[in-house]
């Protein structure tokens, strides 16, 4: 997958193609659960949360 | 950017968009069912969830056609346990450059790439992603390098066709209404059974299309 990457297109840095990488790897779920995951490291998954940044 | 996600983009999104197979004009209808569900209205279209999950309703979607032209199109996929019709990529691109909002031009970088990958074309861009964006594009699942906070973070958020009347093909939805619980009831169930109670007609297929907006 990681040659097929570098094939796709050079304009991606290592860190993009890491996230690719792992992206393609992944099922359905697992894809929903690295979002849910990324949100809640942010403190944004619920919306109540959010107001916190100015989110409506 | 749900049904995006869903297929390999690394991206993020805030909220759910819905698109239901009904006119605009009954909207209430639809907010009704959501009020009888625990469901808080916020707008006309939009309603938080009992687990605090945003949804948002369509009635229809820019640079897409019919909503039965666009399911026919659709790609399966098993999420969560339930078969759930996506929008392929191509069209959820489609969508975004017609509407051409600052997001959702942000976010096309993403998709081509990945639609690309997914044909095998080789394409050298010269738009690089759109570094600093936190949600969309390059940020994907991790934290911003160099430290940079919150910046402009964008809303995203993933369709659901949700054809629950008339001659369209019968789907129901399939959003898990808490899918942090394991073997919470999804809302696909709730929906549908309120759905009939409200005087729809109820669904015979557990399914339903996912399109980014």
């Known amino acids: 997958m990681r040659k097929r990457l570098d ?3 050079s304009g991606l840095s290592e860190h993009e193609k890491i996230l690719f990488a792992r992206s393609l790897a992944a099922t359905p779920d697992e894809r929903w659960r690295m979002h849910e995951s990324f949100l809640r490291s942010l403190n944004l998954y619920t919306r109540s949360a959010r107001k916190a940044y100015g989110f409506k | 950017m749900s049904a995006a996600i869903l297929q390999g983009v690394p991206a993020t999104t805030l909220d759910t968009d819905i698109w239901i197979d009904l006119p605009e004009t009954q909207y209430v209808k639809v907010l009704s ?5 625990g469901g ?4 006309a279209t939009v309603v938080s969830l009992r687990d605090d999950t945003l949804v948002n309703f369509l009635y229809r979607i820019d640079g897409l056609g019919a909503f039965k032209t666009e399911t026919k199109n659709a790609v399966r996929l098993n999420w969560f346990g339930m078969k759930v019709d996506v ?3 191509e069209s959820i691109i489609r969508s975004k450059e017609t ?8 976010h096309l970088p993403l998709l081509k790439k990945r639609s690309n990958f997914a044909t095998g074309r ?8 759109q570094k600093g964006w936190l949600i969309p594009a390059s940020a994907g699942w991790t934290r911003p390098r160099g430290g940079g906070g919150i910046r402009a973070p964008i809303r995203l958020f993933l369709v659901i066709f949700c054809p629950i009347s008339g001659d369209s093909p019968e789907y129901s939805f399939n959003i898990r209404e808490n899918s942090r619980v394991p073997g919470a009831d999804s809302f696909t169930d709730t929906f549908t059974d309120s759905a009939a109670g409200a005087g729809f007609k109820p669904t015979s297929q557990k399914s339903a299309i996912l399109v980014a907006d």
């Open chain 2, 33 to 37: 069912i959501c009020s009888s569900l």
């Open chain 2, 87 to 89: 929008m392929p990529l």
């Open chain 2, 122 to 129: 080789k394409k050298r861009s010269n738009t690089s992603l």
């Open chain 2, 40 to 43: 808080e209205t916020l707008a």
């Open chain 1, 7 to 9: 094939q796709l297109d």
């Open chain 2, 99 to 106: 509407v051409g909002r600052e997001k959702d031009l942000a």
